[in-house]
Structures are given as structure tokens and as C-alpha cells.
């Protein structure tokens, strides 16, 4: 009986993850998308092709965003946020679905370093 139940909870297990893959993969997508959009109305005057054409070094590709610690969501979402030396506060302007989904697009970005 205990080896049935075993094998019932991962065989339930097995069957949810494979149906909740394809939902997490479209709500990324669309998160992305959405960034997309966010991040074209507010933040390519600056920083077109993850370029930055205030502070060069200070771009958002891979390589600098590790370099200067802003390679994950939460470290992106505190500078739109705050804003940080030339860089304006988004805070007001765009709301924490916004910031997110701009995080997540960028992040995706980088991973390409901005290449198509």
C-alpha cells in the first residue's frame, strides 16, 4: 500500500507539472511583452539596445549588470523605482506590474546581451 501511494503522488506530481509548464511559459512571454512596451515609452531615449548614453560603462547588458549588481529583478526594480543619480525615479509614473514586467524584460535581454 505504501509503494501504491508512492507511486500515485509522483505519477500526480509528474502529471501537474507537465500541464503548469506551458502557463508559466506563457505568463513569462507576456510579462516579457509587456516590459517590452513599458520599457520602449520610458526608458529607450536612454538606453536603446541596452546602450546607456549617459554613463556608457553603466549599460544594461550582462556583463554590466553583474559588474555593478543589478542582475536580478529586484536590484532593476529598486532603481526604476528610486531612480539613481541621472537616472529619474519612475515612482508615480509606473506602477509595480509595470516596474516587474520591465525587470523581466530586461533581464531577458541581457541574457543576449541585446542581440535579436
Known amino acids: ?37 513599458v520599457f520602449n515609452a520610458n526608458c529607450a531615449a536612454c538606453h536603446m539596445n541596452g546602450n546607456n548614453v549617459v554613463a556608457a560603462s553603466k549599460n544594461l547588458k550582462s556583463a554590466a549588470l553583474e559588474k555593478y549588481a543589478m542582475n536580478s529583478a529586484e536590484a532593476i526594480i529598486t532603481q526604476v523605482t528610486n531612480g539613481k543619480n541621472a537616472m529619474p525615479s519612475f515612482k508615480g509614473r509606473l506602477n509595480d506590474e509595470q516596474m ?17
Not at 509503494?3 to 506563457?26: C, E, G, H, N, Q
Open 1 to 37: 500500500m505504501r509503494k501504491f501511494l508512492s507511486i500515485l503522488f509522483v505519477a500526480i506530481s509528474v502529471f501537474t507539472l507537465a500541464i503548469a509548464r506551458p502557463a508559466l511559459a506563457d505568463a513569462s512571454t507576456e510579462t516579457i511583452a509587456q516590459g517590452a512596451k
Open 100 to 116: 516587474q514586467a520591465v525587470a523581466a524584460y530586461v533581464l531577458d535581454k541581457s541574457a543576449s546581451d541585446w542581440k535579436a
